[in-house]
């Protein structure tokens, strides 16, 4: 799967990835104002992710989906993060569920079941929220990590370890010296790097990758020379403050390693006033053309 993300990067010459982290207020107020229930919002949210991917299904490789999101709505709201992700799937675009999931043992591979492998009834394998790729939580070590690779390696998908996150406390924990020298993000950047290493496609990078945030150059820099089969997705770019000239550091010489993600950017683009005047989908779709200006500048 990471050789397909590589090549759809290719396609389109561009290394972003659209988070759909569509919270019910991101919707213009026409749609708004239709809303009374929580089964509302769902179809609602559902109607707008699916004009966004209309908009930018080719000229962007990937869609990030932001689990949370889905399900501050309950049961309505996850039938339309499974929607979107389908939808996207159908579009031909890669598709990446950010649920940061972790546990060990059987939890975990339950939690790779619902986006991976799927549930065997009757001897059918059934997928509850299938996905290319999914988000990862580390922090239990390779217990909560090798139900994921193994159904990685199974089933041709991928997943993204949080290294280091883009928020401004991440140094309170991450950035911690260890009794070896390393720092705690650079220990978490090995651990994933040696799991991964079966695992590694025909560009040279492993289908388990790195989150890794544009809000700190310095730390991306230091795992990309570190690991440089470890493929990164880059949260922070944008809204959080993170630039294209910031993140140049997480790609290699040939312009690939890393997809840069941009939600609000994007899917709020038609409240910008560069873009006053478009509807939300024509908004998203310049935005989307923007950023891969942008982020071609630093990575050609």
């Known amino acids: 799967m990471i050789d397909k993300l590589i090549e759809k990067i290719q396609q389109t010459n561009n290394p972003s990835v ?44 990937a869609v990030k989906v932001q689990v949370a999101y889905y399900e501050q709505l309950g049961v309505p ?28 043992g059987s939890t975990a591979s339950a ?82 790097s040696n799991l991964g290493q079966d695992l590694i496609g025909k560009y040279g990078y492993s289908k388990v990758g790195a989150v890794v945030g544009a809000t700190h150059p310095k730390q991306a820099q230091v795992l990309r020379e570190m690991f440089p089969n ?22 290699d010489s040939n312009g690939l390693g890393a997809i840069v993600n941009s939600s609000r950017g994007i899917i709020c683009a038609y409240q910008k006033d560069k873009y006053k005047g478009m509807d939300y989908a024509k908004a998203a779709y310049n935005a989307c053309l923007d950023m891969r200006e942008d982020l071609n500048k630093v990575t050609k």
Request: with cysteine; net charge negative.
């Open 18 to 61: 659209i988070g759909l982290d569509t919270d019910i207020s991101y919707l213009p107020q026409d749609m708004l104002d239709q809303v009374n229930s929580l089964e509302q919002a769902g179809a609602a949210i559902t109607e707008f992710n699916k004009n966004i991917i209309d908009a930018i299904y080719e000229i962007a490789p």
């Open 230 to 251: 470890v493929f990164f997705l880059v949260p922070g770019y944008g809204a959080q403050g993170g630039t294209a000239e910031d993140l140049k550091v997480c790609f």
């Open 111 to 192: 939690y790779s079941k619902a986006y991976f492998s799927g549930v065997e009834i009757k001897g059918k394998k059934l997928i509850g929220f299938e996905a290319d790729f999914i988000t990862v939580n580390g922090y239990l070590g390779s217990d909560g990590l090798n139900p994921f690779i193994k159904d990685c390696q199974a089933y041709d998908k991928g997943i993204f370890v949080l290294v280091k996150t883009s928020n401004p406390s991440s140094a309170q924990l991450q950035d911690q010296e260890l009794t070896n020298g390393k720092l705690f993000y650079q220990q978490v950047g090995e651990l994933i």
């Open 77 to 104: 709201g996850m039938k339309a993060f499974c929607d979107t992700l389908s939808y996207a799937k159908q579009k031909g675009m890669i598709t990446i569920a950010d649920v940061k999931r972790n546990d060990i």
